[in-house]
């Protein structure tokens, strides 16, 4: 995540280019959802919401499509969090005070 910007990932496919973004933002999901060590959200009260995502409509839909498909995931499954459409939905960081706090750290 962090590196020097002399430093340039070699031997990545345009779509690995084109996608970088969707592709760290799934780890910031997937890792506290998986971790065993991590509280147990509740996913009912508490839904994902994703800052304003950078694309067009295909592809922010492919990634909560992929988002969705953790719930698949063994780690997941054992946690008995369940995650459904309704609840993964888009904000506007500036319309949060919350979502503003983590945009600083």
Known sequence: MFRQNAQT???????QKDNSYFFLY??????P?????CPTPDIGKRPPFFDDLP???EK????????LGLASNREILARQIVLV????SEVKSHDHVL???LDIV
């Open 9 to 15: 990932p070699q031997n990545l496919s345009a779509e």
């Open 55 to 57: 694309d067009n409509q």
């Open 99 to 101: 979502l503003q706090c």
């Open 85 to 88: 459409p309704d609840n993964i």
């Open 33 to 37: 959802l998986a971790c065993s060590r």
């Open 26 to 31: 799934y780890q910031f999901v997937k890792t």
């Open 60 to 67: 922010r839909q492919q990634f909560k499509g992929y988002v």
